[in-house]
């Protein structure tokens, strides 16, 4: 993987994460993706914002005057780019979303919003970590090179009670395979008595019975029908607790 090859795909993570992307570009970004840690990288660091955001912000109703400026910006650089005007590409700029321009407008107004309460981010996963009653909402981290599309959190509530681990954009596992949730005290992981598949949508939910009290990590692999009494693959979920 050359800086080149990087470069030229580095401003389609934030479209890819958005569902802007058309098909086939998709595709052929998920390629790229493959051999590209820091493409993998920021999608995470992306995806792992844009999962905090629904519960770590108050609803906020944009005020429409942001609204109007923001749509003009966008009618007006689509003018621009009509065969009408003259060829004058924008400058490449590198800001790890996607250009405005190349969104439908509804996508170009969520790209914008995710920008917008950027800010707030820290905060909100803060105050997720800190609630009063103990629960917590803990992002996962999906190995992204098994599924690029992938998400999964962890809700917790309090240490003693089952804890909910749910996930999207999955595989449906041939073969009868299912995903088995394990646990990690230290050095030692342990099945944590919880199977589950997904749909053909590729979401799913397991319960973890004996929450997570003690326990350093939550980890899920691929393995046979039945499960298995030790993992047989390296995780492609993990979730520091």
């Known amino acids: 993987m050359t800086a080149t090859d990087h470069e030229r795909y580095a401003d389609d993570v934030g479209a890819y994460l958005l569902g802007a992307l058309p098909e086939l570009e998709a595709q052929i970004f998920e390629r790229h993706l493959m051999g590209c840690g820091a ?7 992306l995806r792992l914002a844009a999962d905090a955001l629904p519960g770590s912000v108050e609803a906020f109703e944009p005020p429409p005057s942001l609204k109007r400026s923001l749509m003009e ?20 700029r590198r800001l790890g979303l996607p250009r405005l321009q190349t969104l439908r407008p509804q996508l170009a107004w969520a790209a914008a919003a995710l920008v917008l309460v950027g800010g707030a981010i820290g905060f909100g996963v803060e105050r997720l ?16 090179a098994v599924f690029p599309r992938g998400s999964a959190r962890l809700e917790v509530h309090g240490q003693t009670r089952p804890a909910t681990l749910r996930v999207s954009g999955l595989r449906v596992l041939g073969s009868g395979g299912v995903y088995e949730v ?11 008595g919880a199977l589950f598949a997904v749909g053909n949508d590729g979401s799913g939910v397991a319960a973890i019975p004996g929450g997570v009290k003690g326990v ?5 692999t691929r393995e046979r029908a039945g499960g298995a009494t030790r993992p047989t693959e390296p995780p492609v979920i993990r979730v520091r607790v």
């Open 73 to 92: 910006v966008v009618e007006a650089e689509a003018r621009e780019r009509s065969p009408a005007a003259a060829p004058s590409p924008p400058p490449r």
């Open 182 to 192: 394990w646990t990690r005290r230290g050095g030692t992981v342990r099945p944590a």
């Open 39 to 45: 493409c993998r990288d920021e999608l995470e660091r």
């Open 129 to 144: 970590a800190r609630g009063g009653s103990g629960d917590r909402v803990l992002s996962a981290r999906v190995d992204p």
């Open 216 to 220: 350093d990590e939550v980890l899920v």
